[in-house]
């Protein structure tokens, strides 16, 4: 028996130049080159240049209110609209190839705006790397004494296994396995541990350690071996002895626990822990992985913005070094003017009609790629501008206390644009300032209630918090229920466990461990 039933489903459906406009403007500028020129490889019709004969319009302002065309708001809305898009009725194609032929290519923007005027060329910086930290090592194997070929191939599976901060974190039962399959050589344990301390003498000191302990140990053991002073002596045999027997109580900051074990003065066991803070607990840092390398340097940050302080008044500037001039393809456009040409004489047959139709659909693609790129510069101008407002005694003072409050839907409030379309932009993007280059989410804060009634920002209690950490006693550092004590004195009623969670956000350890010998 067949049973119906009704039932309704609420669909959104974005037309193709909205989803280019989402996926754009979540890019940061640093890679915007790169979509840019894929979309250029895509699309013959779509090329680099500037034939647009007007001045480009300048997005350096003050405390102007951004214009923006009627156009623009309406492309904005129907962005996140939960309603679908209608598409445009079909056309006739002889007449959109009149109406196309017939309008003013001025009156089109085929290129995407400029909005910094002159910007200073982009130089590159180049790196000199000599060799990797594995390189180091295995160089190093041919100074070693050791007996045939399978010691050679033993020592050097050995420094394969060493991570890149310099610690040996395998065991040496899976080296063994790896040498058996790999190589065919069998060994044991006691061969495997005794040419890992031949290794542990590699420059630099601490190379091949299985943990901090053994780390910081092989370093201290170093510098005792070439220390000639008797005074230097007796303090890093100390710093050997509190890192050999008492290592947890010295993580820990057990410092008078560690005094009175040891029988030693104040002031014997600071200089014990001085030498020890400046062993490394990283052997390989200062030497550089040219793969890892380049793959650190391609992710550098570029400011999408610049704010700049001019007698008072702020200048915004958005950054468009990485969004070269685009046009439509002029090869294109006359293709298809002699197609019409020739339609009037009456010569164009199937064939010139099905390449006008390809033409047609690149150009088409060409024009959305062009207006998605000025709606992204036009969404992110008026996105930071609203924020530069918002924050505009932070951005004249560089004063952290200064940030108010400051939610998506504020700005959505202020902008017109949707809370989504303000989420995006606000996701990895920077701006540049006097006071620094500031990630765009650092502006924005939960607030929180004085005791006089007023609201304020949860970065400025951070601040604050941040400020009496540094300034109290390092003997005695004050706990989370101190800091609260001294927050509510100020007018900051925020329970312990929030004051807690701020300390963990700023990634201050607890009073306990933030304890040292002055």
């Avoid at 007996?147 to 420094?159: N, R, S």
């Avoid at 290592?247 to 600071?270: D, N, P």
């Avoid at 890892?292 to 391609?298: A, D, K, L, R």
């Avoid at 700049?308 to 500037?317: A, C, K, V």
């Amino acid at each position: 028996m067949l049973k119906q039933h009704l039932s309704q489903r609420l669909l959104q459906k974005l037309s193709p130049q909205q989803i280019q406009l989402m996926k754009l403007l979540q890019i940061p500028t640093a890679i915007l080159d790169q979509r840019i020129k894929e979309e250029l490889e895509q699309n013959p019709a779509l090329e680099e240049g500037n034939d647009y004969e007007e001045e480009p319009e300048n997005f350096e302002t003050s405390n102007d209110t951004p214009e923006s065309d009627g156009e623009y708001d309406q492309e904005v809305k129907d962005y996140d609209s939960s309603e679908p898009a209608e598409e445009n009725p079909t056309t006739d194609f002889e007449e959109y190839l009149n109406n196309y032929l017939e309008d003013d290519t001025a009156s089109y923007k085929y290129k995407a705006d400029d909005y910094t005027g002159e910007m200073e060329e982009q130089k590159s910086v180049p790196f000199a790397v000599e060799s990797t930290f594995h390189d180091h090592l295995e160089r190093q194997i041919g100074l070693l004494k050791l007996k045939g070929e399978d010691q050679y191939k033993i020592a050097l599976q050995i420094v394969g296994s060493i991570d890149d901060d310099g610690y040996l974190r395998r065991e040496p039962s899976a080296i063994i396995d790896d040498l058996v399959f790999a190589q065919n050589i069998d060994t044991n344990e006691k061969e495997i541990i005794s040419i890992l301390q031949m290794i542990q003498a590699f420059d630099p000191p601490g190379v091949g350690a299985r943990n901090l302990q053994e780390c910081l140990l092989i370093q201290i053991r170093a510098k005792i071996k070439i220390e000639s002073k008797k005074v230097k002596l007796k303090i890093l045999k100390l710093s050997e002895t509190v890192l050999q027997n008492y290592f947890e109580e010295f993580t820990k900051k057990h410092y008078t626990k560690m005094q009175r074990s040891l029988g030693i003065s104040e002031s014997q066991l600071k200089s014990a822990i001085d030498e020890i803070l400046k062993l490394n607990p990283k052997p390989s840092s200062g030497y550089v992985d040219p793969i890892s390398f380049n793959s650190v340097i391609g992710h550098y940050i570029v400011p999408d913005f610049t704010v700049t302080n001019r007698d008072g008044e702020l200048e915004l500037t958005v950054n468009s070094k990485n969004a070269p001039d685009l046009k439509i393809n002029d090869h294109y456009l006359d293709m298809l003017r002699n197609y019409n040409d020739h339609k009037k004489v009456g010569s164009n047959g199937k064939k010139e009609k099905e390449a006008v139709m390809f033409i047609k659909q690149k150009i088409e693609s060409a024009k959305w790629f062009i207006d998605a790129i000025r709606q992204r510069q036009d969404t992110l101008y008026r996105t930071m501008y609203s924020i530069m407002q918002f924050q505009k005694e932070y951005f004249l003072t560089g004063d952290q206390k200064k940030i108010k409050p400051m939610i998506l839907k504020d700005l959505a409030d202020i902008t017109g644009l949707d809370i989504s379309t303000v989420s995006r932009v606000a996701n990895s993007k920077f701006v540049q300032t006097e006071y620094g280059t500031k990630r765009l989410k650092e502006f924005f804060s939960e607030s929180l209630q004085t005791e006089e009634g007023d609201e304020v920002s949860t970065l400025e209690v951070k601040k604050i918090l941040s400020e009496m950490i540094t300034g109290e006693s390092k003997r005695k550092p004050l706990s989370d229920e101190k800091l609260k004590e001294l927050l509510l004195r100020k007018g900051y009623n925020i329970a312990r466990r929030t004051i807690a969670k701020y300390r963990e956000q700023l990634n201050i350890p607890v009073a306990r461990l933030r304890k040292e010998l002055v």
